[in-house]
Each structure stands twice: as C-alpha cells, then as structure tokens.
C-alpha cells in the first residue's frame, strides 16, 4: 500500500459510516502504518491442525493426502487447489533430483513446458526440506520423500544449500515474467546440481 492509500484508508478508518465494517487482512501487518494498525483490532488466525484439514478436505469430495496437504503448507483451501497433473509432474521431478546420474540439462529439459514459477515454488520446498534436515531439523513440505531428501542432505553442504535457497528466492521474482525460459530453466538447475 503506498502512502497516499494508506492515509485514505486512515481517513475512512477514522471516520467510517454509519454501520461499516472493515476488514483488513495482512499477513505483513508490521508494515501497515502504525496509524492504521492503532485503529485496528488483531486477530490472529493460525492453521487447522492437519488432521481436521484432512477430514474437512474428504468430506469436500476431495482426494488430496497428507503429503499433498503438507506441500500445500497445510493450508487446506491450497492444497484443495492442487492440480493432479501438477502433482504428478513434481513427483517425476523430484525422482529425477534424487538421481546423481540426471544432468542439469534433462532436468531443465523436463520442465521446459512448465510455468517457471511454479518450478521456483517447488523448488524452494525441496530446498528448504533439504536445510533443515542438514540443520537436523524434520521435513515441513515433502512429507512423502523424507528418506530420499534424507540422504541428499547428507551429501550437500548446507553453506551452499543455503546460498542456492537465496539465488532461488531472486529467481522468484522473475520466474513470472523470465525472458527465456529455457535459460532460465539451466541458470536454475546447473546451480543446484553444483550444490553437492
């Protein structure tokens, strides 16, 4: 919000109509106006537990599983939205990942026909599940390839694990818009096959 909306939305906050109700939904609030936020009552939402999202997505008529859940962050209304060829084709990608012999080139070669930014998006999962098995922590996104991330983890120094997962979270704001997709595809996966 620039500063000439956010004093607007002050104005009307400070003297609403009669009857109005707004709400404002931010999952930055530090960044609105201390102003705005004064005027504000915070209510914070946490995440369903993944149990009650499970049930609520089956009785929803949906097939999505606890693996796909935990993908989608366990935000159900996310992982409700999974597409099921998106979910197949990121499981071949990361079978292709896992195995040492797979060029950069073949795996950029298997996304070519993909939106980059959703191979960005999944890349920084698998990323991230690699860190913070390196750092002995436990799988957050990958749920389903705990053993293989496992033993890539063993094999990456997390220095240069860390530095990919930053050149990856650039990469992302251009991974709408990239000029070439297939060059963008091989800066991506040559950087990560010189991780290990």
């Given at each position: 919000?620039?500063?000439?909306?956010?004093?607007?939305?002050?104005?009307?906050?400070?003297?609403?109509?009669?009857?109005?109700?707004?709400?404002?939904?931010?999952?930055?609030?530090?960044?609105?106006?201390?102003?705005?936020?004064?005027?504000?009552?915070?209510?914070?939402?946490?995440l369903?537990?993944?149990?009650?999202?499970?049930?609520w997505?089956?009785e929803?008529?949906?097939?999505?599983?606890?693996?796909?859940?935990?993908?989608?962050?366990?935000?159900?209304?996310?992982?409700?939205?999974?597409?099921?060829?998106?979910?197949?084709?990121?499981?071949?990608?990361?079978?292709?990942l896992?195995?040492?012999?797979?060029?950069?080139?073949?795996?950029?070669?298997?996304?070519?026909?993909?939106?980059?930014?959703?191979?960005?998006?999944?890349?920084?999962k698998?990323t991230?599940?690699?860190?913070?098995?390196?750092?002995?922590?436990?799988?957050?996104?990958?749920?389903?390839?705990?053993?293989?991330?496992?033993?890539?983890?063993?094999?990456?120094?997390?220095?240069?694990?860390?530095?990919?997962?930053?050149?990856?979270?650039?990469?992302?704001?251009?991974?709408?818009?990239?000029?070439?997709?297939?060059?963008?595809?091989?800066?991506?996966?040559?950087?990560?096959?010189?991780?290990?």
């Open positions: 919000m620039n500063p000439g909306a956010a004093n607007a939305l002050l104005k009307s906050l400070e003297e609403p109509l009669a009857g109005v109700i707004f709400v404002l939904v931010s999952h930055q609030p530090s960044r609105l106006l201390a102003t705005v936020r004064s005027r504000c009552h915070a209510l914070a939402f946490s369903p537990p993944r149990e009650l999202s499970l049930r997505l089956q929803q008529g949906g097939k999505a599983t606890a693996a796909e859940l935990a993908f989608a962050g366990d935000a159900p209304l996310a992982a409700a939205d999974l597409e099921v060829d998106q979910v197949e084709a990121r499981r071949k990608l990361f079978g292709l896992v195995q040492p012999a797979t060029s950069a080139l073949a795996l950029a070669d298997f996304c070519q026909r993909m939106q980059p930014v959703l191979v960005v998006d999944w890349m920084l698998w991230y599940d690699l860190i913070a098995l390196a750092s002995k922590g436990s799988v957050r996104y990958n749920i389903d390839q705990e053993n293989r991330l496992g033993q890539l983890a063993r094999s990456m120094p997390r220095l240069s694990l860390l530095r990919f997962y930053s050149a990856l979270a650039s990469m992302k704001a251009i991974s709408e818009h990239p000029l070439n997709a297939r060059l963008f595809f091989d800066d991506l996966f040559i950087s990560y096959k010189e991780i290990g």
